[in-house]
C-alpha cells in the first residue's frame, strides 16, 4: 500500500498508507488530517481539497485535466506551480512516499 | 446522558458532529442513523461510484477510529421514533432514550417510490442509499436492457453511468424535457443532445402502465400506456424525494414542506435544529423561503448549527450551489434561477464549455456552467458579493471575472 505523507500547515507531518487507487483527499479526510476539505466528495467541483505537491513527485503526477486547472484558479489559499486538487491524485505505487503539503485555508 | 443528539448520518449530520469538536465544543456528541453504516457520502452513489474499483470504503467520510478519537459516539442501524421536548429526550426503535441539551434535526429526505403494478418486482431499484446502490449493482451483470423513469439529476446522472458501462438505456419522462425543475430549456436541449451521443433514448410524454413480470418475480419489461412494450432487467426509477419531517411533526415543530428554521437554523423549540434537506429556510438570495437538496446547503447549514453551539455568532446566508457529472460533461450550478428576466451566454456550445448567466433585471442571480469550473467559482464570490458583470465582461471570455470581487 502506498505511503503518503501529509505536512500540514504549521508543519506538523502525518503518514498514512492508503489503499491503491484511493485517492489523496480520501486518505486524508477519512483519517481526520486536518487541512483537507473535500466538500464536494472528490468531483472536482469545490476546490477545499488544494494542496502543494512536494517538487519530487511534482513530474509523476497524472496530468491535470482543463476543469482542475480552472478551479485551481479560486483556491482559498494562494495557487503556486505545486498547487494540485489532491482529489485528482490516486495513491498508487508509484507515488509511494510522496509528500504534500497543506494551504493555510480552504474557504 | 446529555449534550448534542444528532438524528441523521448523512451529510448535515455528520458535518455538524465534525464541526461541532473544531469550533471547540467539548460536550457529548451522539449521532443515531438507521441505516447501520458509517457516515457515508451520497453524491457519488449516482455519479462515479458504480464505475470506480475503489469499493465503499472510498465512500466513508472517516473511519470508526475518527469518532472514537474525537468522542463522537454513533448509534447506528437504529431509528429515532419520538422526540419528548419536555423531557429534552429521544427515543430510539430499541426502547432506549436519549437525553439531549441540543437536538439537530438532519434526517434529510424520503424517496418517492414508484405507484403502479409491479414496483415491488425483482429489479426495481431507487437510488439514495448504500443498500439501494448494491442492490443495482447485484443486478447490473444479469441487466442487457435498463429503463430509468425519471428525468432529474438522479435519473440523468445513472443514464449516464448505465451507458458507460456498456448497457442499452431509455429514460421515461413525464413531461417534456429533461432537468426541468433545476434547468432552462436551452440547458435541457443541451443535456438531451449529450445523452443522445451517447446512444441514451429519452422518451418524453412517457407513462407507465405497469412493470412486467418474467413468471418468477423478475422485471421482464416496462409497459407503457400507449402499449408500447420496453424489455428490461433493470429498473430504476428516479422520481424525487420529500422532505422527511415526520419526527418533527410528530413533536409539533413547526413544518410545512420541511422543517421550518430561522437564520441560526433553530426550529420553534430554541432546544432544536434542523439541517439539509428537510430544513426549510428563509433565503437571503431569493427572498422566500426554500429547502434546498444539496450537499452544500446540508454543509453549510450544520456548520452554523455547530457554531450556534459552540456559543459563537453565526447565520445561514450561503449562496446555493450544486453539481451534477454526466458523462464528460461537469454541469455546475450556483445561485437560484428562478425568476430570471434575460440570460447571457460566454463560452461556445460547440466546445462543451459554456455558462449561463442569469439576471433579474441588472442583478446577476445565478449561473449555470457546463465544464467551465472557473465561471462556478468567481460567480460563487460575485453572487454573495452582490456583484453583477456586464454583458461585454461575460460575453468576453479573455476578461477574468474573479477579478471583479477582492479576495
Known sequence: ???????????????????????????????????????????????????????????????????????????????????????????????DGIVIHMPEEQE | MTGVVIVGGGHAGYQCADSLRRAGYDGEITLVDGEGHLPYQRPPLSKSHLLNDTGEEALLFRT???YDDHNIGLKLGHRVTAIHRADKQVELDNGETL??????????AKLRQLDLPGAALNGVGYIKSLDDIRYIQSHLNQTEDT?????????????????????????????????????????????????????VDIRFGAEVDHIADDGNGNVEAVRLKDGTLLPAQLVLAGIGV?????????????????????????????????????????????????????????????????QVIAGQDAEYHSVPWFWSDQYDI????????DGYTHFYQRGSQE???????????????????????????AGRKLITAGVSPTQQQIEDAGFKLNSLVKK
Open chain 2, 330 to 337: 461537469k454541469l455546475q450550478m450556483v445561485g437560484i434561477h
Open chain 2, 147 to 199: 429503463v430509468i423513469i425519471g428525468g432529474g439529476f438522479i435519473a440523468l446522472e445513472f443514464a449516464s453511468t448505465a451507458a458507460k458501462l456498456g448497457k442499452k438505456v431509455t429514460v421515461l419522462v413525464r413531461g417534456q424535457r429533461i432537468l426541468a425543475n433545476a434547468v432552462t430549456p436551452e440547458l435541457s436541449q443541451y443535456m438531451l443532445d449529450i445523452h443522445h451521443q451517447h446512444g
Open chain 2, 64 to 66: 470508526q477510529s475518527y
Open chain 2, 99 to 108: 437525553g439531549y441539551d441540543k437536538l439537530v434535526l438532519a434526517t434529510g
Open chain 1, 1 to 95: 500500500m502506498p505511503t503518503v505523507n501529509y505536512v500540514s500547515f504549521d508543519g506538523q507531518s502525518t503518514q498514512l498508507e492508503l489503499a491503491e487507487g484511493m485517492t489523496i483527499m480520501q486518505g486524508a479526510v477519512m483519517n481526520g488530517v486536518e487541512g483537507i476539505e473535500g466538500e464536494c466528495s472528490g468531483s472536482c467541483a469545490c476546490a477545499t481539497c488544494h494542496c502543494y505537491v512536494d517538487d519530487a513527485w511534482l513530474a509523476k503526477l497524472p496530468e491535470m485535466s482543463e476543469n482542475e486547472d480552472e478551479m485551481l484558479d479560486d483556491t482559498a489559499s494562494e495557487r503556486k506551480p505545486n498547487s494540485r486538487l489532491s482529489c485528482q491524485i490516486k495513491a498508487t505505487a508509484e507515488l
Open chain 2, 242 to 306: 420529500t422532505a422527511d419531517t415526520e419526527l418533527a411533526v410528530e413533536a409539533k415543530l413547526l413544518c410545512h414542506d420541511g422543517v421550518v428554521v430561522d437564520a441560526q437554523c433553530r426550529t420553534n423549540d430554541p432546544d432544536i435544529f434542523a439541517a439539509g434537506d428537510s430544513a426549510r429556510y428563509n433565503n437571503p438570495f431569493t427572498g422566500s423561503e426554500i429547502r434546498l437538496e444539496s450537499v452544500q446547503n446540508a454543509v453549510d447549514q450544520a456548520k452554523v448549527i455547530a
Open chain 2, 351 to 377: 466546445d462543451d464549455k459554456f455558462s449561463l448567466f442569469f439576471f433579474r433585471d441588472d442583478r446577476l442571480i445565478a449561473i449555470h456552467t457546463v465544464n467551465r469550473p472557473a465561471d462556478h467559482m
